[in-house]
C-alpha cells in the first residue's frame, strides 16, 4: 500500500514509526496510536455521556492519535441498548466529541456502528436468515427485500447522524457475528436473492452500506471498515475472501481497513492474557499488501515497543490499543516522553472490563480502577498530609501507597518478604500469566516516582507501628490459605498450594488439586504445562490452539488439530459444588482455562465429598460412591482466610487504622476488588 507520511513528521528517537503522523489525503492522523473501541456502558446510564466526555478527553490528553467509541446502534433491531439515529441522539453526542476537540482538534474521534444482528438482546433481532448463534437463545427474524433496505438505510442515517454529532468519521463493524458479518458467511446466510448463494451476494450488503455511507458524508469523513480477518471459525471466511472484501470495501468507499480476529463463538482465544502479544498482526500485514489504503491491527498490543516492532515489520499502518488505554490513558504519552516504565500495562485479565461488560455492568480496568470512573475517582493532592504506614505491599498495599503517596502523603511500606507483589508473585509464575510481571514493574516505578519509602524483609507488629509515630496505618496483610478440616490434613501428602508454585515441594506424578476455584485452575495449569508458555510463543499458541497462520485455511481454523504437549503427570481437580467445574471462572476467559485443562488431560470432577488423606491417598465420594484417588499429593487450594491479627492488635492503639485487601474480606477477593477498594480509599483519605 502507499500511504505517504508527512514531510514534517516529527521523528521520535525510540518510536519513530509510532510518532509519524498518517495522511489520509483529506486529514492526517498524529500518531499511529489508536484507542479501538470497548462498549463502557455509560451511553446507558444517567449522566453517561458526561462521564463518556471526561472518559474520552483524558485519553486525548494522553496523547493518542484517534479513538473510537463503543458500538452504537443504528435502530433498534441493532440491539446494543444506545442507538444514534436522530438528531436528538447527535446532541447528546456532542458532549463527546467536542471535549475531545476541545483537547486537540487534530485527535480524531470515530463512532462505531455496530449492529448486533443476530447477537441482539432484543425479540426484533434480524438476521440475512433465522440462524440462531450458539451464543443466543433467540432466532434472529429473517429480514425480507424491504427490511435489508431499512437496515442499510438506518445504518446509512447512522453514518449522517456522527457526523453531525461531530465525530470524524464512523467505524462499521463487519466482523465478530455481527449483522454485516452474518451476510458473509454460508452457515448464516442461507439466501437464495441477490444478497446470499455465492461469495458475490453475499458481499453485496456490507458493500452497499459502504457505498451508500460514502455517498452521504462526502468524501472528507473518515469511514473505516472492520473487517474478520481471519474468523476463528470452522468453514469461515477463506483468505481469498478475505481479500477479495477489502479490495471492495476500499473501492466502495473506506478510509481505512482495520482487521479483527474472531467471531464471538468461536474456540481460539484472541484477547486473553494466555495469547501472545501482537499474536495476528502478521494476519494484518499479509492484507495490508494487498491494499492501498491504510490498515489497523490489533489484539494484545500492550505496550509502545510491541506497536514500534509492528510498524517496523510493516504490518499496519496504525496500532489499535483499546484495553492498554483503559489500563493507562497516558500510554502514548509516557511513551513519547520515555517513561514507558511507569505505563501501567493492560494483563488481558478482562475481568473489570469485558467481564463486565457481558455481565451487563459498566466496565473500569482492573489495573486502573478510574477508568470509565474519571469523574467519580481523583487523586487530587492531599489538603492535610499525613505520615502513613502501608503493611503488606501486595496488591492492595501497592495501590494505596501509590495513591496515597501521589496525593502527597509521607508513605512507608513495609513487606515481610523480599519483593513487593504479595500473591501476584505466585500468579506471575503460572504459564500463562507472565503480564502479571508488568503490574509489579509498574508498582516498583510507583514507590521510585512517589517517593514511597520501601521496607522489604521487614514484618512489623503493632508496637513497631506504635513506635514509628504513624497518624494512620494501613492494614493489607492479605490472606491466610483455608486449611479444610478434614481427617488426615496434616499428612505429608497434603501441601499448599503455595508450596507447589514456589517449587519447594517434588510434586509427584499423581496429585489430586482439593478447590477448584481461580488457583485450584493456575496450579493444574502449572503442573501440567511443558515447554515454553504459548503466551510466549506465537508458534507454540497456534500449535495449542489450531491456528494455521501460515496456509490460512477457512477462518484460519478448519480442519486444524490443536497438538497440546503436557507433562507426564495425572492431575484430579476437585470440588465439592455440583455445578460444573470453573463455573465461577471469568465469564469471557473461563473457557480458555477450561478448554486448555481439558487438552491437558485434567480430569475435572464436581460433587465431590472429601473424607480422608492417608498413605494410600485420598478418600473421596462421587454421588455417594466411596473412591480412593492413589495420588502421591493432594494440593490444598480451599480458597482463604483474612489475616488479620495485625489488624485486631491495633485495635486499642488510638492509631487510625484502614483495613484493605484480603485482610478486610478474604472470600470473593480477587486483584480487581483489592486494587479498586485500595484506590477509593486512599483518594478520600
Ligand atoms: P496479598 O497479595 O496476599 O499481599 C499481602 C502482603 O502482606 C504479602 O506480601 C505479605 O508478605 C505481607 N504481610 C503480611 N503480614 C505482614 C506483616 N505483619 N508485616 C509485613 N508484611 C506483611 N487475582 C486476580 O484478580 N486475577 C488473577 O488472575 C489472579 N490470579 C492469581 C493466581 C494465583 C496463583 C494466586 C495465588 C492469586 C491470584 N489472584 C488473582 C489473587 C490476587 O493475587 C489476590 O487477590 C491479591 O494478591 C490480594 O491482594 P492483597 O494485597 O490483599 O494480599
Ligand atoms: P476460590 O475461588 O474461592 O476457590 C476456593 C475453592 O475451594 C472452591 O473451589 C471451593 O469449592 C473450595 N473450598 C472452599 N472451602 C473449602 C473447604 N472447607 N474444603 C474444601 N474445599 C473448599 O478461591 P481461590 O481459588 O483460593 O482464589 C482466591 C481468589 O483469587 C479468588 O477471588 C479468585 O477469583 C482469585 N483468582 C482469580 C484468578 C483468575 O484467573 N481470575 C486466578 C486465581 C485466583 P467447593 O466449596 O465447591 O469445594
Ligand atoms: Fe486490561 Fe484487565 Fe484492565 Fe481489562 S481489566 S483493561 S484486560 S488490565
Known amino acids: 500500500m502507499t500511504v505517504s507520511a508527512s514531510a514534517q513528521a516529527p521523528v521520535h528517537d525510540k518510536y519513530p514509526r509510532l510518532f509519524t503522523p498518517l495522511d489520509l489525503g483529506f486529514t492526517q492522523l498524529k500518531n499511529r496510536a489508536l484507542m479501538g473501541s470497548m462498549h463502557t456502558g455509560l451511553e446507558e446510564v444517567e449522566g453517561g455521556f458526561e462521564r463518556l466526555a471526561a472518559y474520552f478527553a483524558e485519553r486525548a490528553r494522553g496523547g493518542v492519535g484517534m479513538m473510537i467509541t463503543g458500538g452504537i446502534s443504528p435502530n433498534e433491531e441493532g440491539g446494543m441498548g444506545s442507538e444514534m439515529s436522530t438528531p436528538q441522539h447527535a446532541q447528546e453526542h456532542r458532549q463527546v466529541t467536542e471535549a475531545v476537540h476541545a483537547v486537540d482538534p487534530s485527535i480524531k474521534i470515530c463512532m462505531q456502528i455496530l449492529h448486533a444482528g443476530p447477537l441482539a438482546h432484543t425479540p426484533k433481532l434480524v438476521g440475512p436468515s433465522a440462524v440462531r448463534s450458539r451464543l443466543s437463545k433467540l432466532v434472529p427474524n429473517e429480514l425480507d427485500e424491504a427490511g435489508v433496505q431499512k437496515q442499510i438505510n438506518d445504518h446509512v442515517q447512522c453514518a449522517k447522524m456522527a457526523k453531525l454529532a461531530g465525530y470524524d468519521g464512523v467505524e462499521i463493524i463487519g466482523s465478530a457475528g455481527y449483522?454485516?458479518?452474518?451476510?458473509?458467511?454460508?452457515?448464516?446466510?442461507?439466501?437464495?436473492?441477490?444478497?446470499g448463494g455465492n461469495y458475490e451476494n453475499r458481499m453485496r450488503f456490507p458493500l452497499e452500506i459502504m457505498r451508500r455511507c460514502r455517498a452521504e458524508v462526502g468524501p472528507n469523513f473518515i469511514l473505516i471498515f472492520r473487517i474478520a480477518a481471519m474468523d476463528m471459525l470452522q468453514g469461515g471466511m477463506s483468505w481469498d475472501e478475505v481479500v477479495l472484501l477489502a479490495k471492495e470495501m476500499e473501492k466502495a468507499g473506506a478510509t481505512i481497513i482495520s482487521t479483527h480476529f474472531t467471531w464471538h463463538e468461536s474456540a481460539v482465544p484472541t484477547i486473553a492474557t494466555m495469547v501472545p502479544r501482537a499474536a495476528f498482526s502478521g494476519v494484518t500485514g499479509r492484507l495490508r499488501k494487498e491494499l492501498n489504503i491504510p490498515c489497523i491491527t490489533s489484539n494484545r498490543i500492550n505496550m509502545p515497543d510491541v506497536a514500534e516492532q509492528v510498524l517496523a515489520d510493516e504490518e499496519a499502518d496504525i496500532i489499535s490499543m483499546a484495553r492498554p488505554m483503559l489500563a493507562d490513558a497516558e500510554l502514548v504519552k509516557k511513551a513519547f516522553e520515555g517513561r514507558e516504565d511507569e505505563i501501567n500495562t493492560c494483563i488481558g485479565c478482562n475481568q473489570a472490563c469485558l467481564d463486565h461488560g457481558f455481565e451487563g455492568k459498566e466496565i473500569s480496568c482492573l489495573v486502573n480502577p478510574r477508568a470509565c470512573h474519571e469523574t467519580m475517582l481523583n487523586y487530587e493532592p492531599s489538603t492535610s498530609p499525613k505520615k502513613i504506614a502501608v503493611v503488606g505491599a501486595g496488591p492492595a498495599g501497592l495501590a494505596y501507597a501509590t495513591v496515597a503517596a501521589e496525593r502527597g502523603h509521607a508513605v512507608t511500606l513495609y513487606d515481610a518478604g523480599t519483593e513487593i507483589g504479595g500473591q501476584f508473585n505466585l500468579a506471575k509464575q503460572v504459564?500463562?500469566?507472565?503480564?502479571f510481571y508488568e503490574t509489579l514493574r509498574y508498582y516498583a516505578r510507583m514507590m521510585d516516582v512517589h517517593h514511597v519509602d520501601v521496607r522489604l524483609n521487614t514484618r512489623v507488629s503493632a508496637d513497631d507501628l506504635k513506635l514509628g509515630g504513624y497518624e494512620h496505618v494501613v492494614v493489607a496483610t492479605g490472606i491466610t490459605p483455608r486449611i479444610p478440616n478434614i481427617e488426615g490434613i496434616d499428612h505429608p501428602k497434603a501441601v499448599s498450594y503455595i508450596d507447589v508454585i514456589r517449587g519447594t515441594v517434588d510434586v509427584g506424578k499423581k496429585v489430586a488439586v482439593m478447590g477448584a476455584g481461580?488457583?485450584?485452575?493456575?496450579?493444574?495449569?502449572?503442573?501440567?504445562?511443558?515447554?515454553v508458555s504459548a503466551a510466549m510463543d506465537k508458534t507454540v499458541f497456534a500449535r495449542e490452539w489450531g491456528v494455521d497462520f501460515d496456509n490460512h485455511p477457512r477462518g484460519g481454523v478448519t480442519g486444524v488439530v490443536?497438538?497440546?504437549?503436557?507433562a507426564d503427570r495425572e492431575v484430579f481437580l476437585l470440588q465439592r459444588k455440583s455445578t460444573p467445574v470453573g463455573r465461577g471462572l471469568g465469564k469471557t476467559t473461563g473457557w480458555t482455562h477450561r478448554m486448555s485443562l481439558g487438552k491437558r488431560g485434567v480430569q475435572m470432577i464436581n460433587g465431590v465429598e472429601y473424607h480422608r488423606i492417608d498413605d494410600e491417598g485420598l478418600h473421596i465420594s462421587i454421588e455417594g460412591q466411596p473412591q480412593l484417588l492413589a495420588v502421591d499429593h493432594v494440593i490444598i487450594c480451599a480458597g482463604q482466610l483474612p489475616a488479620r491479627d495485625l489488624f485486631d492488635d491495633l485495635a486499642d492503639s488510638g492509631i487510625a487504622t484502614s483495613l484493605v485487601g484480603g485482610a478486610c474480606e478474604a472470600a470473593e477477593l480477587d486483584a480487581k476488588a483489592a486494587i479498586n477498594q485500595s484506590s477509593y480509599l486512599a483518594a478520600a483519605l
Request: charge should be negative; proline fraction near 5%; avoid cysteine.
Open 179 to 195: 449483522l454485516l458479518s452474518t451476510f458473509l458467511v454460508e452457515k448464516t446466510n442461507q439466501r437464495e436473492d441477490q444478497w
Open 431 to 435: 504459564p500463562g500469566k507472565e503480564e
Open 518 to 531: 481461580g488457583i485450584g485452575f493456575d496450579v493444574s495449569e502449572l503442573l501440567m504445562h511443558k515447554g
Open 562 to 566: 490443536p497438538q497440546v504437549e503436557a
